[in-house]
């Protein structure tokens, strides 16, 4: 079954740092793009960043400078390295396999970041 | 980039309606449009991709059409699983944008 999950997010201050990972099976992610896409509470969608199947990023405005995406093939895992945290960072971050016109798909569950002192 | 308008945000429908959601699009996508359903506390599921291919399990109620800069989402007999809120992306470059999202709510 092909399938992402996010771990890592907690309760952080702001201008702290937070890594975020993105454990995938059922699919290979050094031969796949993985996208992160953000949910601030109540909230609409924010895509985020994107890695590619040869480890090419692309980040939104919004976290450019301040988050980095790396990528461990032994563990079929992506990482969303967090720094310079702000309260507006404050959201549910969910990786997912981006199959290009095809949407993103799957979806992981999401794992909750929260920004404040 | 590309900026994704969609409408309305909020609709009221009874079970049995048919419903249409727009998502315009700030530059020609051509036809590069997807639509997600995500229910309350799960995340986002797609729907509809390349604008009008319904994504596989997905109900035939469902239905996408439009390209260039304006699509649209239709539900054909809303079923009480449908009360959701549906967002569109933009899939011609990143960063992929999203639409506003249409929370679809019982009346």
């Known amino acids: 079954e092909v399938q992402v999950v996010e771990s890592g997010g907690t309760l952080v201050q702001p201008g702290g740092s937070l890594r975020l990972s993105c454990a995938a099976s059922?699919?290979?992610?050094?031969?796949?793009?993985l996208t992160w896409v953000r949910q601030a509470p109540g909230k609409g969608l924010e895509w985020v960043s994107v890695i590619d199947s040869v480890g090419a990023t692309i980040y939104a405005d919004s976290v450019k400078g301040r988050f980095t995406l790396s990528r461990d093939d032994s563990k079929n895992t992506v990482y969303l390295q967090m720094s310079s945290l702000r309260f507006e960072d404050t959201a549910m971050y969910y990786c997912?396999?981006?199959?290009?016109?095809?949407?993103?798909?799957?979806w992981g569950p999401g794992t909750l970041v929260t920004v404040s002192s | 980039d590309i900026q994704l308008t969609q409408s309305p945000s909020f609709l009221s429908a009874s079970v049995g309606d048919r419903v249409t959601i727009t998502c315009r699009a700030s530059q020609d996508i051509i036809v590069y449009l997807a639509w997600y359903q995500q229910k309350p506390g799960k995340a986002p599921e797609v729907l509809i991709y390349a604008a009008s291919t319904l994504q596989s399990g997905v109900p035939s109620r469902f239905s996408g059409s439009g390209s260039g800069t304006e699509f649209t989402l239709t539900i054909n007999s809303l079923q009480p699983e449908d009360f959701a809120t549906y967002y569109c992306?933009?899939?011609?470059?990143?960063?992929?944008?999203f639409g506003g999202g249409t929370k679809v709510e019982i009346k």
């Open positions: 997912a396999r981006d199959v290009g016109v095809r949407g993103l798909d799957p």
């Open positions: 059922g699919f290979s992610v050094n031969a796949n793009y």
């Open positions: 992306q933009q899939l011609n470059g990143y960063p992929g944008t």
